[in-house]
């Protein structure tokens, strides 16, 4: 039954992308006085047909999108070509908007069902990992440390043992679980195992463990040697004063904002999250890298290698420091320079020269002895736990639907690009591109998760149908398009036979980049 929902539901999506995008079209056509012969649901051969107002209106035995058929759209007719109501007779800006409405009712039909879903409330649009990172530190989405069961099978030994969403799998035959592929091995063996002391028979010929889990793994922080004792080598840096952290450069300013300040740590240790307060003493200082010869600085008797204390009795740790206390200081009136060399002595600068600088080079000198501890970039293998809804007053829903739309449209270019390139140049299909079957799946997933998140699925496939449309590229919109421009550019069409030649080809390579991604959608799925 669930199969058959979901079949249907896919048939009843892409019909309605299409429709919508033939709808755009069809109207434009209308409008700009072409004649439209029919206007079809599903694909030939014909079931049934009837005409009204001139149109051609039909349902297919292949029910599966539609189409619009114009006069005058094919250019080797060259009768129809003549008739005024033909599409070829019309105007440049006439045809261009043609070709271009499928693509904006795409787009409309995108932000009207976003609107409709930021009000309702629903999941944030992630395109990249980036996007993850982010809605981690805007606390859209919730993770852990650890192994998380997302979702127990029916009539599983998970369900059978008592296991529900949320539990934490901390071993599996005795031994501390660091990655998923790990469960995936000693499952696959056929072998009976324990988890978290549980015994699991899986002897009986179609018997299934039935868990599943939404793990990734995340970038993190790892401490390494370390002369705090509070910080343990090998702990994962989460977060530093509450700010969410990826990256070791990130750590670098954050501390370099608390220098000397107790900092606390959000840490996880053992898959255990906890906060530690530590003293963090600074661990540069801004160096005078350089001197200019004849400068105000030299003058005053600054040189190469002065560790730079306060400027304008302001503490600086970093040279956007010392620049922007420098900046403050009124024309005319000496900046005071507190320098270590030596012992600490205090420099006076007057004035600076014809560029504005006092004359001086900045740079950071690393001070290893005050260094607490040491850190570099890693991974741990981190569970979801929760991905709140985003939800927006009716007033302001329509804006965010627009500005998401307009960040998931660059991304998709992005994508299309590369798929075009990869398929050029290695003959491969990037990983995260779906075909028709990609899709299907996807759309059984959405069904189970309800209104809201099918309502989400249809606008993402909306606006990545009007992004691939728009693309210049033969026997797309885009591509029609493109013969409109080069017809103003030369002020001539090109040849019918020659525009008609390239729609083929450029019809021929989109069917083979289907037939790829659909074979490498088909080996996901059984791999």
């Known amino acids: 039954m669930h199969l058959l929902i979901t079949i249907v539901t896919f048939l009843v999506i892409f019909s309605i992308l299409i429709l919508v995008h033939e709808w755009g079209h069809f109207f434009m056509a209308r409008r700009n006085g072409v004649k439209v012969e029919e206007f079809g649901f599903g694909l030939p051969p014909r079931l049934w047909g009837k005409k009204y107002g001139g149109v051609l209106y039909s349902i297919n035995w292949i029910p599966f999108g539609g189409f619009v058929r114009m006069l005058g759209e094919d250019p080797h007719d060259k009768k129809a070509a003549k008739d005024p109501r033909s599409f ?20 409309v039909l995108a932000w009207v069902l976003l609107s409709i879903g930021f009000v309702l409330g629903m999941q944030p649009l992630m395109v990249n990992s980036d996007d993850f990172l982010q809605f981690i530190r805007d606390g859209r989405i919730d993770v852990a440390p650890g192994l998380y069961v997302d979702n127990v099978e029916e009539w599983s ?23 998923v592929a790990q469960i995936n091995a000693v499952i696959a063996s056929g072998e009976n195992f324990t988890i978290n002391g549980t015994e699991f028979d899986v002897s009986v010929p179609g018997t299934k ?15 390494g040697e370390t002369k705090s004792e509070y910080l343990k080598e090998g702990d994962v840096i989460w ?70 204390v306060k400027v304008n009795n302001e503490e600086v740790w970093l040279p956007e420091q010392a620049v922007a206390a420098a900046s403050l200081t009124p024309e005319g009136e000496s900046v005071t320079y507190e320098i270590e060399r030596d012992d600490i002595r205090v420099v006076k600068v007057m004035g600076r020269n014809n560029d504005g600088y006092v004359g001086v080079l900045l740079g950071l000198q690393y001070i290893s002895e005050n260094q607490v501890f040491s850190y570099y970039d890693g991974i741990e293998v981190s569970s979801v736990t ?16 627009f500005s998401e739309m307009g960040r998931i449209s660059v991304y998709t270019a992005a994508m299309v ?60 919109d885009g591509g029609r398009m493109a013969f409109i421009i080069v017809e103003a550019i030369r002020g001539k069409p090109v040849d019918a036979k020659i525009e008609g030649l390239i729609h083929s080809l450029g019809f021929i390579f989109l069917i083979i980049v289907i ?12 791999g």
């Open 239 to 308: 977060a530093v004063n509450g700010q969410e952290i990826f990256y070791a450069s990130e750590i670098a300013s954050l501390l370099a904002r608390n220098a000397d300040q107790e900092v606390e740590f959000t840490i996880s240790r053992d898959q255990e999250v906890m906060n530690v307060e530590v003293v963090v003493p600074q661990e540069h200082r801004t160096v005078i890298s350089h001197v200019f010869f004849g400068t105000p600085a030299e003058e005053a008797g600054i040189e190469q290698g002065d560790v730079l």
């Open 515 to 526: 037939f790829m991604v659909t074979f490498q959608d088909i080996a996901r799925l059984f």
């Open 209 to 223: 463990a039935g868990f599943s889990f939404n793990v990734f793994e995340m970038p993190r922080v790892i401490v």
């Open 157 to 179: 030994i998970a369900e059978y043992e008592g296991f529900v969403k949320g539990d934490k799998i901390k071993t599996i035959n005795g031994l501390q679980v660091k990655d």
């Open 417 to 476: 690009g590369q798929l075009f390139g990869n398929i050029f140049t290695t003959a491969s299909v990037p990983e995260g591109v779906a075909g028709p079957v990609g899709i299907a799946q996807m759309t059984g997933l959405y069904v189970q998760e309800g209104f809201v998140a099918l309502l989400r699925f249809l606008a993402l496939l909306s606006l990545s149908l009007g992004v691939i449309n728009i693309f210049p590229f033969p026997a797309l």
């Open 386 to 401: 929760e991905i709140h809804d985003v939800q927006y007053p009716v007033y302001e829903a329509p804006v965010e639907a």
């Open 88 to 107: 070829a007779c019309k105007t440049k800006w006439q045809r261009s908007k043609i070709v271009c409405a499928g693509v904006f009712m795409n787009f």
